[in-house]
């Protein structure tokens, strides 16, 4: 069975902190994958999506994806209390960009 | 900015009961997609759609859902005889493409099945 597996947390980290979120896949064949937010009873919103090995940057946000160890990740550099939210990351398995999320993790930034 | 809206933004309604959720998906958008999320559980996949028709639909997409692009900008999920574990956040996506781009979801639709 297809998997997206997240930590749920809660992970809390102190204000100006770096916030590491992990994610692991099941499927081989994944090719896209993204990060979304989503702050309590609201939808997800895109942060930022990742196609090839190694880092990817923008702004605060980095994500970075190991296709040989089916792990993606994304770090939140300077997190602020507005970052506290559930970050989902999500999964493109068919690449017919219908997505599989994880559980996501919950993250509080203590001010 | 453009966005995805859906209405109402809260639904309730007894157990066996229809329901339509609509949702309007970004005007230049092609594809469209439906997912739910219980609460305090994973958002996931129902069904997508374009050139009116099903792409792709998950196991929980059975019988009682079906989809609909009535006009040029409305697109709903019917659930025909509600249960009350469809108690969920209906979320609508739109994208324009498939392969590449990416899905902008819209608030969402809470259904509470009595």
């Known amino acids: 069975q297809k998997e997206v597996e997240q930590n749920s947390g809660p992970l809390s980290v102190p204000e100006g902190a770096i916030a590491s979120l992990n994610c692991t896949y099941s499927?081989?064949?994944?090719?896209?994958f993204f990060w979304y937010r989503q702050y309590s009873g609201k939808s997800p919103e895109l942060i930022m999506f990742?196609?090839?090995?190694g880092d990817k940057e923008d702004g605060r946000f980095t994500a970075q994806l190991n296709k040989a160890s089916q792990y993606v990740s994304l770090l939140i550099r300077d997190s602020q209390p507005s970052d506290s939210a559930t970050y989902l990351c999500?999964?493109?398995?068919?690449?017919?960009?219908?997505?599989?999320f994880g559980t996501g993790t919950r993250l509080t930034v203590i001010p | 900015e453009p966005e995805v809206t859906q209405t109402p933004s809260h639904q309730v309604t007894q157990m066996g009961q229809e329901v339509i959720l609509r949702c309007v998906p970004i005007?230049?958008?092609?594809?469209f997609y439906w997912y739910r999320q219980i609460l305090g559980q994973k958002v996931e996949f129902l069904v997508s759609?374009?050139?009116?028709?099903?792409?792709?639909k998950s196991e929980i997409f059975d019988d009682q859902f079906s989809v609909e692009r009535p006009d040029g900008s409305n697109f709903t999920l019917k659930i025909r005889s509600t249960k009350l574990e469809d108690s969920a956040m209906y979320f609508c996506?739109?994208?324009?493409?498939?392969?590449?781009?990416?899905?902008?979801f819209g608030p969402g639709t809470r259904l509470t099945v009595l």
């Open positions: 996506a739109s994208s324009f493409d498939r392969n590449t781009d990416t899905q902008y």
């Open positions: 999500a999964v493109d398995q068919t690449g017919a960009n219908n997505l599989f």
């Open positions: 759609f374009y050139n009116n028709e099903i792409s792709e």
């Open positions: 499927d081989r064949g994944s090719q896209s």
């Open positions: 990742i196609y090839s090995n």
């Open positions: 005007s230049n958008h092609l594809y």
